[in-house]
């Protein structure tokens, strides 16, 4: 149990605050452009539509990210969700804003061939309805065609999406739906009035206002609540309708309303917001490539920006140790993201037809993405239907992008495939994030496809038998199958043949392939590498983010700029250090497993064959070889992590380590207290017998370590305050095994406290309860004036097997955060004992804690009278508290 003064609430705040002033402003500002544009019917232009666009990316954009980072932080599963998808909204909608004042500059006119005008169109191959002569005027500014419909596109998966999130968001509060649903109008007539009157636009001012008026009100209101932590202004708390509360398991179930996930409570679950992008983006692709954009140049800001949301959702799976959603976002956010650039390109090429048809047979790239859906699906055969539905349409998805389809079906198939896995995705985001608030499974998603014991079987077949299987090791991370699928990409995409290096079209059209695939989603994947904490951390990825940037700089961009003589002689210097450096990741890869060191061996001769290039001497036909081999040991790898790192076990094999590391035991420290193990009988029995002596032991609960102390020595209790340097009017609670202690104790309970405690503990919460004889016949005695304050005590029933076992031996204990007063909270034993070990009589060592933050603290001593208090927001947000008590007042009526 943490200490009051070290409320944890207060590192994350309240970021509603942030998230819907961010929307306020953002709709303000849009606001006094409408208003202005209706009354002087002069649209804004130049400069002035620049700096909006500037200030709703900053506002809008970036201030609303942060708000949406801090949510999931906050386990705030629609609020994180709600945030960083508006943050990109009005992102997006600020680059609109950005396109708009750049292209009311007066363009250049030059006459260009017909056939010019057929890459403007090149998503539908409509042109041959055209009546195009030899030469036709077109601007030089091409890519700033179709804003209008590019802006449409963007907002209409927006206004469904916002939709879907007013009406989540009814289920909590009744402020949210309010905002959102004004955003959802607001979209609605600023879609319209891009292509209607100004009439649209006088009603989307008055729903911006409305958007800025509910935004204070529930700003103030979240502040005055972080604030006071009570409900000083009505609207949070209390939702709308309570239908998604209907159903849920009753008291005697084994699964309690307040009982928290284990090792996910740390950050909220991000699949609704990954699913969230993958409605926006094939919703855009789906409207260009049925010829309603002539050019992707402002559809490319728009996917951009989604993307970096998905990876967003990617990050914070990693964070949740969910290696698939990790790999899953991750890998949809490089499609989306080379896509949006590739047709960028293809926009604002300006190449005869036959040159851009035959540049992009040669690119075999968008293979790689094939097997990696197919991977998915794989994967996925663990999860649910719909979660294998959603995979095998992204398959579908990446088939029709293969480049060698004839351009006349190419389009249609990309169209119809980016319409099916829109809705698909649409119903994910629904699906997940109703079922992710009402933590049940109200939204039907299907039955798992596949036991997990018969997958694990089918991986298995290929092994002798069942004992290979074995755990994975500490250098296994989630985020390995990412990295072997954006090297994959940029390997199978880097591969050409000679005649392919003389076409400008390939040139140009290979250089988002290699460069977003291996540099920029791979520098995405070192930071994950980084957090993940192994050993060698994020060497490997780091150094091929600059082989794969430097190689389309060469071989790509190089051949398009014809880069001299001299200039080529650099990069055979650059290529002979990277030789050089990838050896020693060779040696790295010597101690994680034969599938890595295979892969840095390849990439040795792969580089071997970058430096020939340099000096001309290139064997293509070798070069295409070692690429290919590269990209197969690439989709193996991936597949291999991804399983592995769903069941946590090695079920295909990766090989072992060529260099394992020697322990060398002398070299360990003498510890400065005893240790424990808790998986061993005996050591809980030891640590029971160290309270029972009167000492002060650290311990494990559900939520962070705590100092425990027994309840039959209160001079031990008066030690826990010396170590700490506790204040001492600060009160410490009693941590008991189950609730039926309290039965047998007799307290003077009402029906609606007894059921209220029924439905949250075991869990992370505590409750304030009045002081009483009872005490006595529970067994705290001679701690009675010890523990809690006059009147009253909080008690604690963790979720935690060792620490109820550890209770029943001992008897109540009194425990309080195992940290420095004013510090923050230990979640490893190792915290504990480089903290406070020295001053303790011993630690239960169980590893990581299940939480950061410590229990959410309710005052249940008004409950009679139908109110409870959030005295410190915990691990339990306080909303879900509130309505667990709402729940339970409903069935004592």
């Known amino acids: 149990m943490a200490s009051s003064d070290g409320f944890p609430a207060s590192f994350y705040g309240e970021p509603g605050v942030l998230g819907m002033l961010s929307n306020g402003i953002s709709a303000f500002l849009v606001l006094l452009q409408n208003f202005h544009t209706a009354h002087t019917g002069t649209a804004p232009a130049g400069v002035e539509n620049i700096l909006a666009g500037v200030h709703l990316i900053l506002i809008g954009g970036v201030c609303q990210l942060v708000a949406g980072m801090l949510s999931f932080r906050k386990y705030d599963h629609l609020s994180g969700t709600a945030f960083i998808g508006y943050a990109a909204l009005w992102g997006s909608y600020g680059a609109t804003r950005i396109y708009f004042g750049a292209s009311t500059q007066t363009p ?51 206004i469904l999406l916002s939709f879907l999130l007013a009406f989540c968001s009814a289920t909590v509060n009744y402020i949210m739906p309010l905002v959102f649903g004004a955003i959802t109008a607001t979209l609605v007539f600023e879609a319209v009035g891009l292509v209607a009157s100004s009439w649209a636009l006088v009603v989307s001012g008055v729903l911006e206002l409305l958007i800025l008026i509910f935004a204070i009100y529930g700003s103030a209101a979240l502040l005055g609540k972080g604030l006071t932590q009570r409900l000083v202004l009505k609207g949070f708390g209390t939702p709308l309708f309570s ?58 800001a728009w996917v951009s920006i989604i993307t970096v949301a998905q990876l967003f959702s990617s990050y914070y799976a990693h964070l949740r140790q969910d290696c698939y959603h990790t790999t899953k976002f991750g890998l949809h956010a490089t499609y989306w993201l080379i896509k949006a650039w590739d047709e960028f390109v293809l926009s604002a090429l300006v190449l005869g037809d036959g040159k851009v048809a035959s540049g992009r047979e040669a690119m075999v790239g968008n293979w790689f993405f094939v097997m990696a859906g197919v991977m998915l699906c794989v994967g996925s055969l663990n999860t649910d239907v719909l979660e294998l539905i959603h995979n095998m349409l992204f398959v579908l998805l990446t088939l029709s992008t ?42 039907p998603v299907g039955h798992q496809p596949i036991s997990s014991e018969m997958l694990k079987k ?34 199978l995409s880097a591969l050409h043949a000679r005649s392919s290096s003389l076409n400008p079209a390939f040139l140009h059209l290979t ?188 311990v494990p609960t559900d939520t962070v370590y705590a100092l425990a102390a027994s309840c039959k020595n209160p001079r031990a209790i008066e030690n826990i305050y010396n170590i ?56 705290v005695g001679p701690a009675y004036d010890r523990v809690g304050t006059k009147d009253s005590i909080m008690i604690r029933v963790p979720d935690h097997t060792v620490t109820g076992h550890l209770c029943d031996i001992t008897g109540p204990l009194a425990i309080t955060s195992a940290n420095p007063s004013g510090e923050p909270d230990s979640t490893h034993h190792t915290m504990v004992i480089n903290r406070l070990g020295h001053k303790l009589q011993g630690v239960l060592c169980d590893g990581d804690s299940n939480e950061v933050v410590a229990s959410t603290v309710v005052n249940c001593l008004k409950i009679d009278e139908g109110t409870i208090t959030i005295v410190r927001e915990g691990c339990v947000p306080a909303v879900k508290v509130h309505q667990i008590f709402e729940r339970v007042k409903s069935t004592m009526v």
């Open 402 to 443: 293969i480049p060698q389809i004839a351009l006349q079906g190419y389009y249609i198939f990309f169209g119809v495939a980016c319409s099916l896995f829109t809705a698909a995705s649409l119903y994910c985001t629904f699906s997940r994030l109703i079922n992710t608030i009402a933590e049940k499974s109200l939204i």
């Open 243 to 300: 239908v998604l509360l209907l159903g849920t398991t009753n008291s005697s179930s084994a699964h309690k309303i307040g009982q928290e996930k284990k090792k996910n409570t740390k950050y909220a679950e991000p699949m609704a917001l990954g699913f969230f992008c993958d409605t926006v983006a094939p919703f855009i692709f789906a409207f260009y490539s049925f010829g309603y954009m002539k050019s992707f140049g402002v559809g490319v």
């Open 724 to 779: 700490k340097d506790r204040p001492a009017e600060k009160p410490i609670c009693i941590c008991i095994s189950n609730v039926e202690q309290l039965v047998e104790a007799k307290p003077p309970f009402s029906p609606l406290l007894w059921e209220f405690m029924r439905n949250v503990y075991p869990g992370g919460i505590s409750c304030i309860v009045s002081k009483g004889d009872w005490l006595f016949k529970l067994g």
């Open 108 to 158: 250049t006119i030059v006459p260009l061939p017909a056939q010019i005008m057929n890459n403007l169109s090149l998503s539908t191959n409509m042109t041959s309805n055209m009546s195009l002569t030899a030469t036709m005027v077109i601007p030089v500014f091409h890519v700033c065609l179709s804003i209008k419909e590019t802006a449409i596109a963007g907002l209409v998966p927006y």
């Open 458 to 491: 089918a991986l298995m077949c290929c092994r002798a038998n069942q004992g290979d299987q074995e755990a994975l090791t500490q250098t296994d991370q989630g985020s390995d199958a990412l990295f072997y699928i954006s090297n994959g990409v940029a390997a």
């Open 511 to 698: 250089v988002p392939w290699v460069l977003i695939s291996g540099a920029i989603i791979q520098a995405y994947v070192s930071r994950l590498q980084v957090t993940g904490g192994g050993r060698f951390g994020s060497v490997i990825p780091t150094i091929y983010v600059a082989v794969w940037a430097t190689w389309t700089w060469f071989r790509f961009s190089g051949n398009l700029l014809q880069l001299s003589a001299e200039a080529a002689y650099g990069f055979t210097a650059g290529a002979i250090a990277l030789l050089v450096i990838n050896a020693f990741l060779m040696l790295i890869a010597a101690y994680r497993n034969l599938v890595l060191l295979f892969l840095t061996s390849v990439m040795e001769v792969v580089l071997v064959c970058f430096l020939l290039s340099t000096l001309q001497r290139l064997p293509y036909e070798f070069e295409i070889a070692m690429l290919a081999l590269f990209s197969i040991i690439c989709i193996y790898g991936a597949l291999a992590s991804l399983v592995n790192c769903i069941f946590s076990h090695r079920l295909l094999p990766m090989g072992p380590p060529l260099i394992k590391e020697k322990v060398r035991w002398e070299s360990v420290p003498e510890l400065p207290c005893p240790v424990a193990n808790s998986r061993l009988t005996s050591s809980l029995m030891r640590i029971a017998g160290l309270l029972e002596e009167g000492g002060v032991c650290g």
